[in-house]
């Protein structure tokens, strides 16, 4: 099944397949998200995850096998694929 998630900075998550979104806040009181594939991963497939952030963000930093990388969000939203097995820390901005 799947529940709902929602705070001032993240607003919405959506995803293909099994994913879980949790939360963590550093000592400065900023949010960042680990984005974890929770498909099977005997099925060897990659989900597609939107999250939908609150207003004042423009772009996250994520890492992706500890490679960072930004992207832009449209409409407050970006959507990253997470491999099977894999996970993704992202950071809104």
């Known amino acids: 099944g799947t529940t ?6 993240l ?14 806040k550093n000592g ?3 949010n960042g998200f680990v984005v974890v594939n929770a ?7 990659a989900t597609s ?11 996250v930093s994520y890492y992706e ?3 960072k ?3 832009r969000l449209t409409d407050g939203k970006v959507t990253l694929s997470v491999e099977a097995g894999k996970g993704l820390f992202v950071i809104p901005v």
């Open 69 to 71: 990388k930004t992207a």
């Open 11 to 24: 607003s919405a998550v959506s995803f293909d397949y099994d994913a879980i979104v949790g939360c963590l």
């Open 28 to 30: 400065d009181g900023k």
């Open 49 to 59: 995850v939107t999250l939908t952030f609150g207003s004042g963000y423009s772009s």
């Open 39 to 45: 498909d099977d991963p005997r099925l060897n497939r």
């Open 65 to 67: 096998n500890g490679v």
């Open 4 to 9: 709902s998630y929602a705070s001032e900075v």
